[in-house]
Every structure is written in C-alpha cells, then in structure tokens.
C-alpha cells in the first residue's frame, strides 16, 4: 500500500462521514470544468485520473488555476490555504469538513468547541 493511501482515502471520505456532500468540494473531470463555467464561484479541488496512483489536481478560484498540489490530502490543505489567503469564509455545505481540517487534523484551534458531528468523529476515532 502507498504510504499516503490512507491519507488519500480519510480525505476521500471525510465529507461524507461528517454527513456532507464532497459534491462542493471535489470535481472530477480535470479542468476543463472551467472553460465550461460549471464551478462554484467558491474554492474548488478539481481532479483527474486515479485518486490513489496517478491523478492530477487542481485547485481553482473563480476559474483560476491556484495551484497543483500532489494527492488528494493535499489538495484538501491546499483549498483550505486559498480560503485562508483570499480571506474567504468556509462554506455552510461543508463547514464541518473544514472544521475537522482545521481543528483536528491541522491543530488549529480558535477557542470554540468543536461541532457536535466534528466532536462525536472525533473522539470515535480515538483522538483526545
């Protein structure tokens, strides 16, 4: 097994363990989707290619091309700093996926208590 492959599958899952739909947050298809004017106007992770092995990625804002990180956990810390850049708030259609980004896995608290659905992933998974 690739030593990320379980970084690429936590991150592939991660929306829909929080009960959100990764549907606002991945695009599949390359981007292509840009010329196509179907993107949020929203930071997006657009890919292409096999999630585990050899896909590509892109994150894009307004139809830009931001950057191009390599795998999939990376493209998610990458969207995160695009929001964090542009001082664009997270939004409310996966806020909790972007909690848990921020919170648990980057150890970036502000003070607030986790979310209910964040806090109850949380401790299932051991984390104290």
């Keep these: 097994m690739r030593p990320n492959a379980l970084l690429t599958a936590g991150a592939w899952l991660l929306p829909r363990v929080l009960l959100e739909s990764p549907n606002d947050l991945y695009f ?4 292509q989707f840009a010329q196509a ?5 929203t930071p ?3 890919f292409s290619g ?3 092995t050899t896909g590509e ?4 804002a ?7 990180p390599h ?11 695009t929001y964090y850049c542009f001082n664009i708030a997270y939004p409310d259609k996966n ?7 921020q919170k648990v896995a980057l150890g970036l608290r502000d003070g607030k208590k986790l979310s209910p659905r964040v806090a109850t992933v949380f401790s299932k998974l051991g984390c104290q």
């Design 62 to 68: 307004e139809n830009v091309e931001v950057c191009h």
């Design 50 to 52: 096999d999630l585990f």
């Design 44 to 46: 997006v992770l657009v």
């Design 28 to 31: 599949e298809g390359g981007a």
């Design 37 to 41: 004017g179907v993107l949020p106007s």
């Design 95 to 101: 806020k909790r996926t972007f909690e848990f980004l």
């Design 57 to 60: 990625f892109t994150v894009m």
């Design 71 to 81: 795998s999939l956990y990376h493209g998610l810390l990458s969207l995160m700093a």
